[in-house]
């Protein structure tokens, strides 16, 4: 099956250890020139990375994470963007020993939703707010097979209720053959995401011990196929605790590398899970590469800087310190008021049928005023991917700086549809002072064409974007 792609990404664990084992523990003047690499937003290589990885003073600590800052907000503002999570099926036939979902779980409830039932899923979400979902899948369908994944997209695009529809649906599933992927291309999805979960060799064939998603190469190879049937914005990852997170973050640079190589455009997102208790899974409660929480906030910072116009996702995984933390350091976008068993939206959260646990329970209005309060614009808007603005054109517009004429006024818009038709009184209050806040802060072209915007919104219309 994965004979045709078996060389086309080369992880070279070797070339990582030597770096690895050359990176100086401590030298201030070599940190603080990469840091200074990195406020040029052109990126940093698996060198700089390797230097970065090691820092443990707090001096140079701070100064790290203040660049992490800078850079995020040089480049994304003060934005945040939304979205939530649909699980549609717990089926699975891969035997990963860190996931519920796994094929041998005797204690997980089994359910894929009827067309019927996503649909109230959906309608939950956007009684809520949601504007974006990412459909998530174990990698076993119904009778009808991949076919099942396009017809469940369908009905997501379809579904309305009052003023609110789902405007992007992104997509986590199993990896696709190459005609596979340019179905899913015509079904108007919005981003392809898939983890790697780990890049080490030894590693993924010691936690990977049956089913499809054993083959190393066919998953790792999943991004070249979607990238080669059109789908120019995809999502890569690492389930962080598998293995030493060192490693992770170098390998994960040789992916992008690779990628920008072949196809001239890097991934679109990066999420970085860490490994939470799972039904069943006794080394989802014991990692056996546990990240710490003061890592794992490293982690963030040199990933924003590394790549810096690659947007960075934190689920709610994490607790909500801990995500608060990392918006200034690099997180673009978050999920929120999440379930990780189908239908968990209208039937609430069920650990027994869940993928793992959930670190952060609020609900979306809750999350979007802690945001707010702290001064990031909740941002639900998918104009981009409607105009066309995606893969490498995003790229031409973000890296002189173009895109934040869009993105901004975007936000703005979208947030103040939420605060009229979802938001509660006191979230609203939090909201319209932002608003008026962003308006200030921004310069006399943007802050016109937002105010055009924004009164449109507020006279009634919907999906006001540019």
Not at 34 to 54: S, Y
Not at 395 to 406: F, R, T, V
Request: proline share 4%; charged share 25%; hydrophobic share 40%.
């Amino acid at each position: 099956m994965s004979t045709q792609y078996e060389q086309t990404v080369p992880i070279r664990e070797d070339e990582i250890s030597q770096i690895l084992a050359a990176a100086p523990v401590r030298d201030a003047v070599r940190v603080r020139e990469v840091l200074a690499k990195a406020r040029k937003l052109k990126g940093l290589d698996m060198l700089d990375v390797a230097a970065l990885m090691p820092v443990s003073d707090p001096e140079l600590l701070a100064e790290l994470f203040i660049t992490a800052r800078e850079v995020k907000e040089q480049i994304y503002g003060r934005r945040l963007v939304l979205f939530a999570p649909l699980y549609i099926s717990n089926l699975c036939s891969n035997e990963c020993l860190y996931c519920a979902f796994r094929a041998r779980n005797s204690e997980l409830k089994r359910r894929a939703l009827t067309q019927e039932e996503i649909a109230r899923e959906i309608k939950s979400l956007i009684e809520q707010g949601h504007k974006r979902v990412l459909l998530v899948s174990g990698e076993s369908y119904p009778q009808e097979g991949f076919g099942y994944i396009l017809r469940s997209v369908d009905t997501i695009y379809a579904t309305r209720s009052g003023n609110g529809e789902v405007r992007r649906v992104n997509v986590n599933i199993a990896p696709l053959t190459l005609d596979e992927f340019r179905e899913l291309k015509q079904a108007k999805i919005g981003t392809y995401q898939l983890f790697q979960e780990t890049y080490h060799h030894e590693t993924y064939s010691r936690v990977h011990l049956g089913g499809k998603k054993r083959d190393y190469n066919w998953r790792i190879t999943a991004m070249d196929r979607a990238m080669e049937a059109g789908i120019d914005d995809v999502g890569i990852g690492v389930l962080f605790g598998l293995c030493d997170y060192r490693f992770e973050i170098l390998a994960l640079m040789q992916h992008i590398q690779h990628l920008e190589r072949k196809f001239g455009v890097g991934p679109h997102t990066i999420s970085v899970p860490r490994l939470e208790p799972a039904s069943g899974s006794d080394i989802a409660s014991q990692p056996p590469a546990a990240v710490s929480d003061l890592d794992f906030r490293k982690i963030v910072a040199i990933l924003r800087l590394a790549v810096p116009y690659t947007g960075i996702i934190m689920s709610t995984r994490e607790g909500p310190t801990l995500r608060r933390e990392t918006f200034a350091l690099g997180v673009s976008q978050i999920s929120a008021g999440s379930r990780t068993n189908p239908g968990g939206y209208c039937e609430d959260e069920d650990f027994e049928a869940s993928q793992f646990s959930l670190g952060d329970h609020r609900m979306l209005d809750e999350v979007i005023r802690d945001v707010a309060s702290l001064g990031y614009i909740p941002s639900f808007c998918t104009a981009c991917y409607r105009l066309g603005r995606t893969g490498a054109d995003f790229m031409d517009l973000a890296k002189p700086g173009e895109i934040k004429s869009h993105c901004d006024p975007n936000a703005l818009s979208t947030f103040q549809e939420y605060l009229i038709d979802y938001a509660s009184a006191e979230t609203r209050q939090v909201g319209e002072k932002l608003i008026s806040l962003s308006l200030d802060r921004m310069n006399p072209k943007d802050r016109a064409r937002s105010e055009g915007m924004l009164a449109k919104v507020r006279e009634g219309k919907r999906d006001v974007f540019c």
